[in-house]
């Protein structure tokens, strides 16, 4: 049996669980107040609505969370690739009612399987082209452009009925570093830091959104500790009278979990003024990685909490506040659930297809129309975050042609010439499939060596677009998904005309 201080503590814990049917441990642990769960794709199988009502069944104010953006980023199309655009696309075409629709499309999908908060929209500002977790997930590089995208983002998914979250607080845009595996610091004067990177954010606030997710980054002007752990910057949304949740990124991420550990970091947390810890995917330390770890996280998550409350160093009626938060939005998302009706009827206006037609733009000399593709897959291995090396994104692409994936950061040069060599003789147009053509030297120089062998291949870029032009004509896509991958295919084979762009972005 839970005792007090665990049930309290279970008030303010969204954990991520093993696989597509609830484990005992977690019914247990719902009946006994836990705040809701966070499904990744290791959750997402036909059963997932069933899933969501046994869930709700053992706790009807279960706030159920999918990490659900659209674009390089997706849960529910883990297995198969995102249909939805993406953030980079939506801020390339700039068309706000595309990104209130999408919004509504996203809430609408996650309503159909039970869930009730979509972990986004992304407001961060993506500054640094190097940044290896956020880059196509942010609508760009300009503070205005994804405030006001955010803003609709929001607006969709809210109208739609789920909660939104708006993430990573106070901004993720600028890092090199991927805080899944590290600490990021970001060494910005302040005064551009929140010129730059809070004002999506103040806007976010200012337009309703329920809840706020953390950043571990340290904004040294700020302090020494993560921002996840940091009273001065959550105290901001505070001051900016933000009433609603403050949700921690993942607790199981390297720069948590490795610095303070998990259950440190849920405690202290909780004390710098989080009110709903996600303690995120048990699937992460990939074959480390026990048979019971979702429960083995979950149990050193509350017993840190526990601990803490014990020995004074959290207070109970800081628990008590945020427990109170994260149950005032429960209410309000069960309320207007049982206002609705049951059946979603699909976003008007809503087509996809058409928006990714319209982000998507060639730069370079347009390449005759091919009649197959042969794809050399040369994108950085996969992250935590973004599964951007999937198959399906290259398949897509490739359709019924050759496909050869090909790792440039672990193959020597000899053996990327012999993968080039065998695509460029394979029927159809040679296609080299990149994200990172600016931050990864070796995807270039495969680019390069490309063209020397065959000047009419055509580069797909799925990542943010080539600062410096490549040698190839490329069509810069904005999202590593089967949507943007389709997209592209239909554009070379001519089966639409690509919207030319003469210089690329900044």
């Not at 058409?354 to 042969?374: K, T």
């Not at 291995?381 to 398949?395: F, I, M």
């Amino acid at each position: 049996m839970t005792d007090e201080l665990e049930r309290l503590a279970n008030g303010v814990l969204w954990p991520g669980f093993l696989g597509t049917e609830a484990p005992a441990w977690l019914l247990d642990e719902l009946r006994d107040g836990l705040a809701g769960v966070v499904y990744f794709g290791q959750n997402v199988g036909e059963g997932l609505p069933a899933l969501s009502a046994q869930i709700l069944d053992a706790n009807p104010a279960a706030l159920i969370g999918v990490d659900e953006e659209g674009g390089s980023v997706t849960r529910l199309e883990s297995a198969t690739g995102s249909t939805l655009p993406g953030a980079a696309q939506l801020g390339t075409l700039d068309d706000l009612v595309a990104s209130e629709r999408t919004g509504a499309e996203l809430a609408r999908r996650v309503r159909a399987v039970g869930g009730n908060v979509v972990l986004g929209p992304v407001a961060d500002v993506n500054t640094d082209h190097r940044n290896p977790v956020i880059g196509v997930r942010s609508f760009g590089a300009d503070t205005e452009l994804v405030s006001r995208h955010a803003v609709a983002m929001l607006d969709g998914i809210q109208d739609g009925g789920a909660a939104a979250c708006v993430k990573h607080f106070p901004g993720h845009g600028d890092t090199h570093v991927d805080s899944h595996h590290a600490l990021p610091r970001i060494d910005l004067d302040l005064d551009e830091y929140e010129r730059e990177h809070l004002e999506p954010f103040r806007a976010a606030v200012e337009a309703g959104v329920d809840a706020v997710m953390t950043a571990h980054i340290v904004v040294p002007g700020w302090g020494d500790a993560p921002a996840t752990l940091n009273p001065r910057v959550l105290g901001i949304l505070r001051d900016w009278g933000f009433d609603g949740v403050i949700i921690t990124d993942a607790l199981d991420m390297a720069a948590i979990r490795e610095t303070v550990g998990l259950g440190g970091g849920a405690a202290r947390a909780l004390a710098a003024g989080v009110d709903l810890l996600c303690i995120g995917n048990p699937t992460n330390p990939g074959e480390a990685a026990l048979p019971d770890q979702d429960l083995r996280d979950f149990r050193a998550a509350r017993d840190g909490i526990v601990a803490a409350l014990r020995d004074g160093s959290l207070s109970r009626e800081r628990v008590e506040e945020a427990a109170g938060r994260v149950a005032a939005l429960a209410a309000k998302l069960q309320a207007q659930a049982a206002r609705e009706h049951a059946g979603q009827q699909p976003v008007d206006g809503f087509d996809a297809q058409d928006i990714a037609r319209r982000a998507v733009a060639l730069v370079g000399a347009a390449p005759e129309s091919a009649e197959a593709l042969a794809v050399i897959d040369a994108r950085r291995r996969s992250t935590l975050a973004v599964d951007s090396a999937a198959s399906y994104v290259a398949s897509a692409l490739a359709g019924d042609g050759v496909r050869v994936r090909l790792d440039v950061a672990a193959r020597p040069v000899t053996e990327q010439d012999d993968v080039i060599a065998e695509v460029v003789a394979a029927p159809g147009a040679t296609v080299v499939l990149v994200d990172r053509p600016d931050a990864e030297p070796a995807q270039r120089a495969l680019v390069e060596r490309t063209a020397a062998r065959d000047p009419r291949a055509v580069v797909v870029n799925v990542g943010l677009p080539a600062r410096t032009p490549l040698p190839l004509p490329t069509v810069e896509v904005g999202a590593a998904s089967r949507l943007g991958a389709q997209t592209a295919r239909e554009a070379l084979l001519g089966r639409f005309p690509l919207r030319q762009r003469s210089t690329t972005a900044g």
